[in-house]
């Protein structure tokens, strides 16, 4: 399957954009890529800090054929962003209930999940953001960033290449995965 590409200068929501897509297009799945995520959020309406430079994608697609629950799907979700991850950090990345991933114990990386339904067809909208190169600072919830973990600068536009690649490897397999095989993503 192939994801159909929007770029994008600045949004308001990635999440929000993929929405608007679905409902005014005939797009079955596509990502939805931006430079600047002017009022990124984040799990039960909160904020997520948008740091030019940091990942901001939404990824969806139609979960018509696809047998999981929601809960199922933020399990999965957050092992491809962790696969994805792994590419650049070898050391331990956890993922802490529901969507977010800690490295050291401070967040890198956050997913929103939404669901929206149009024409009887329903699809899902994943919301990833990465720390790439910043990470806020927050009094009671610690971040880090990929750059400063690794050392090196890393490449959006690689990490964005990786990221579809394993969507759309993936993708097709979702109507018969079962989550009981989460670790052999």
Avoid at 88 to 101: A, E, T, W
Avoid at 105 to 130: A, D, P, R, V, Y
Avoid at 156 to 168: A, M
């Amino acid at each position: 399957m192939k994801l159909k590409k929007f770029n994008f200068k600045s949004v308001n929501s990635t999440n929000d954009l993929a929405i608007r897509i679905i409902k005014n297009s005939k797009n079955q799945s596509g990502i939805v890529i931006s430079e600047k995520q002017k009022k990124g959020r984040g799990q039960y309406g909160k904020k997520w800090v948008s740091y030019k430079g940091n990942l901001f994608v939404s990824v969806f697609f139609s979960t018509n054929k696809i047998n999981l629950s929601l809960k199922q799907m933020t399990q999965i979700n957050c092992f491809l962003i962790k696969k994805l991850l792994s590419f650049y950090y070898k050391g331990k990345i956890i993922v802490k209930q529901p969507n977010d991933l800690l490295i050291n114990k401070k967040k890198i990386s956050g997913i929103l999940q939404e669901t929206l339904t149009k024409s009887n067809q329903t699809f899902i909208i994943i919301g990833i953001g990465i720390n790439l190169i910043k990470n806020p600072h927050m009094l009671n919830y610690p971040s880090t960033n990929l750059s400063e973990l690794t050392n090196i600068k890393i490449s959006k536009n690689d990490v964005i290449s990786r990221l579809i690649s394993i969507y759309e490897k993936f993708i097709p397999k979702f109507p018969k995965f079962n989550v009981i095989n989460i670790n052999k993503i």
